[in-house]
């Protein structure tokens, strides 16, 4: 079945610093890829998404590209701001079900 | 636009106790999920509504849980009788999905019942 892994947190780092977080999936066909965000009491908000192979999607400075080969879609942002703290979920769609990875805590310090 | 609003937010409640949690999706969507969250567990998916009729409720923990979604606007999750191990935040979420219907793909959640069992 559909399946999604990405490192486990959490993942300190310091304000300014570059920044990626592992996502790799299993599914068969050619399923839709997401990163979702969750910032403390609240709920998941999409930060963004790629629907085919090569497509990169991007929001507020983070990047991340659906690599078809290499089943993977690696977060990554240049420089981190305090505000970036929160946890991040990989996340895939296939027909109608979206299966999430177990979400990755970042806290960035000043 | 509202997003999709959940109620309560928080509830605490005694073991044995039943528990109606409630959502209301956006307007427009035709897809509706129910997940739970919880530390040890992450995000699961408990029950899939497309156009108001189950889909999926494959991960319906036992039959204490329940889920309705009466019309396009509206739903309930409901635990009876809850248990301390029933303890999590439960989200609402919802998409438009399926033929003939806009596909963005994103899943919108709501900010989720916190739901705590003595």
């Known amino acids: 079945g559909n399946s999604v892994t990405q490192m486990e947190g959490p993942v300190t780092l310091s304000e300014e610093a570059f920044l990626t977080i592992n996502c790799t999936y299993t599914a068969t066909g050619y399923p839709s890829l997401f990163w979702y965000v969750q910032y403390p009491g609240e709920g998941l908000q999409l930060l963004l998404k790629?629907?085919?192979?090569?497509d990169k999607g991007s929001n507020k400075g983070f990047e991340a590209t659906y690599r078809k080969e290499t089943t993977s879609f690696h977060l990554e942002k240049g420089s981190v701001q305090v505000s970036d703290s929160a946890v991040y979920f990989c996340a895939l769609r296939g027909t109608y079900k979206y299966i999430f990875g177990t979400g990755t805590r970042l806290k960035v310090l000043a | 636009d509202a997003g999709v609003i959940q109620s309560p937010r928080h509830e605490v409640t005694e073991m044995g106790q039943e528990v109606t949690l409630r959502c209301k999706p956006i307007?427009?969507?035709?897809?509706l999920f129910w997940y739970r969250q919880t530390m040890m567990r992450g995000l699961e998916l408990l029950i899939y509504?497309?156009?108001?009729?189950?889909?999926?409720d494959s991960g319906m923990p036992e039959d204490r849980f329940s889920a309705k979604m009466p019309n396009a606007s509206f739903s309930t999750l409901k635990i009876q009788p809850s248990e301390p191990r029933d303890s999590a935040v439960y989200f609402c979420?919802?998409?438009?999905?399926?033929?003939?219907?806009?596909?963005?793909?994103?899943?919108?959640f709501g900010e989720g019942s916190r739901l705590t069992v003595l």
């Open positions: 509504f497309n156009n108001n009729v189950p889909i999926d």
């Open positions: 790629a629907t085919k192979a090569d």
């Open positions: 307007s427009g969507h035709n897809s």
């Open positions: 979420a919802s998409s438009s999905l399926g033929r003939g219907v806009p596909n963005t793909g994103e899943l919108f």
